[in-house]
């Protein structure tokens, strides 16, 4: 209502999406005038997914039913072993924000093969090996992720 928006309109209701970039706010003194002496503004969200300050389309999105988030989906084959995760270890990505996602195998196995909805990664150049382990991003994702790999 605060904003203009009509709430008791049930069409509006549906139709609204909240976005929010939180931030954890430490208070050294509450009497303080000095935003950087006396407040130390932690933008957690930055680190943790790809959130951009003041960029709204980027924020964690909540509608009618709560966060407007996607699952993760992976269907693994081949006789090597390996993981295939979001990097922060989450099982959902946030609908429009890039994700990367982090493949480890082990003994030495490699990735054979990398679809992610349809679309070969590998072929695409999307699959990229950095220390040791497999990263591909998954950029501003609409729809569930499935990702189909094979490891050898």
């Not at 930055?46 to 999105?61: A, V």
Request: glycine share 10%.
């Amino acid at each position: 209502e605060f904003c203009g928006y009509n709430v008791k309109n049930e069409e509006e209701q549906n139709a609204l999406v909240l976005g929010i970039d939180p931030v954890h706010i430490f208070s050294y003194n509450y009497a303080g005038t000095d935003e950087h002496a006396d407040r130390l503004w932690s933008q957690w969200s930055r680190n943790y997914k790809q959130i951009e300050w003041l960029n709204p389309s980027t924020f964690f999105h909540f509608g009618k039913d709560g966060l407007i988030s996607h699952k993760i989906i992976v269907n693994k084959t081949g006789s090597g072993r390996g993981t295939v995760a979001e990097k922060s270890g989450l099982d959902y990505v946030l609908s429009g924000v890039d994700t990367t996602f982090v493949v480890k195998t082990v003994n030495g196995a490699s990735v054979k093969k990398l679809l992610v909805n349809g679309v070969d990664y590998m072929a695409a150049g999307k699959l990229n090996q950095i220390s040791g382990e497999y990263r591909f991003v998954v950029e501003k994702p609409t729809q569930d992720i499935v990702i189909d790999i094979e490891i050898d």
